[in-house]
């Protein structure tokens, strides 16, 4: 009777390898990768190996640092170890406050006159935020309660900015979208067989993506925005460099605009005294005289 061959050991980085992929992973965009995300790393970089046709994870780590390979791989080695987590109307109560609460304080600022609004979501990853303000901030617009608006997204993985700019998405991941909205704003592949569905033409045309690294020393984009938009991605980065981004974002909102962080993330203690707390995870900026306080 014949037997099958025992399976050959799974490859893995070598600690080596490993830990100079993490280093530079932080120093890059800030991002800590402990022993304990090993296994994740590995696993995400095995498509690497297998699109680059090297014989395993060791080889894949000679190839970057002592084969001259990290500046030509330096993207894709981003958009495999960074984690892309988003979901439309994510934290809704930041939308409810965008529609209820900053806008019309933008607009009172603003004589009564329903302004162009600029919006930025900082870590946009696959563009449900960007998205999601979008569908409000246009429902307002349909209601003469805004005139236009724009929408910034940006993100750091090349890969997710791809899938934002094509605004594809499996039907049940954008159940959360009120069915209004869905029938306003949505439209159903024509191949019945392809259970997706994509944003509107129109709405597509209001949000537009770029590449950033929140790391970088200066962000090139406007000084004059009204909402930002850095949901749940502070928290992978040590409180320096929390800090500093902080800091930078805070220098490209206009007086009175306003700056959302995710629920588990904080203020606190970051030294950016130009912003001041209006609700739980809701911060303003600069507030001018005389504007209501939204808590």
């Known amino acids: 009777m014949s037997t099958q061959p025992a399976s050959a050991p799974l490859d893995h980085l070598s600690d080596k390898h490993f830990n100079a ?5 932080e120093a890059r965009v800030g991002i800590k990768l402990p022993q304990t995300k090993r296994t994740m790393v590995e696993g995400r970089l095995r498509k690497r190996v297998r699109a ?3 014989p395993g994870l060791q080889a894949y780590g000679a190839h970057l640092f002592e084969r001259g390979g990290l500046d030509d791989e330096l993207v894709h080695l981003i958009d495999c170890v960074t984690t892309n987590k988003t979901d439309f109307f994510r934290e809704p109560s930041h939308f409810e406050f965008l529609r209820d609460v900053a806008v019309p304080q933008i607009t009172q600022r ?6 162009q609004l600029k919006i930025w979501s900082a870590a946009s990853s696959t563009g449900a935020e960007a998205y999601t303000a979008a569908m409000v901030l246009q ?3 349909a209601a003469g309660k805004l005139a236009r608006f724009s929408i910034l997204g940006t993100d750091v993985s090349t890969e997710v900015l791809r899938d934002a700019r094509a ?6 991941f954008v159940a959360p979208v009120p069915a209004a909205m869905q029938q306003r704003y949505l439209m159903r592949s024509r191949n ?3 259970d997706v569905v994509r944003v509107t033409p129109e709405l597509r045309r209001t949000v537009h993506f770029e590449r950033l690294n929140l790391m970088d020393e200066s962000y090139p984009f406007d000084r004059d925005v009204d909402v930002i938009f ?3 991605v502070l928290i992978y980065f040590d409180k320096p460099t929390q800090n500093a981004v902080l800091s930078r974002l805070a220098s490209h909102l206009r007086p009175g605009g306003f700056l959302m962080l995710g629920h588990s993330e904080s203020m606190a203690g970051s030294g950016v005294d130009q912003l001041r707390s209006v609700v739980p995870t809701v911060y303003q900026a600069g507030s001018p005289a005389g504007a209501r306080s939204a808590a």
């Open 21 to 25: 992929i993490a280093r530079f992973i």
């Open 52 to 54: 680059l046709a090297l």
């Open 110 to 115: 603003q004589g009564g006159r329903p302004p």
């Open 139 to 141: 429902d307002m617009v």
């Open 167 to 172: 605004a594809i998405y499996p039907r049940a």
């Open 192 to 194: 019945p067989r392809e």
């Open 230 to 232: 850095c949901r749940n």
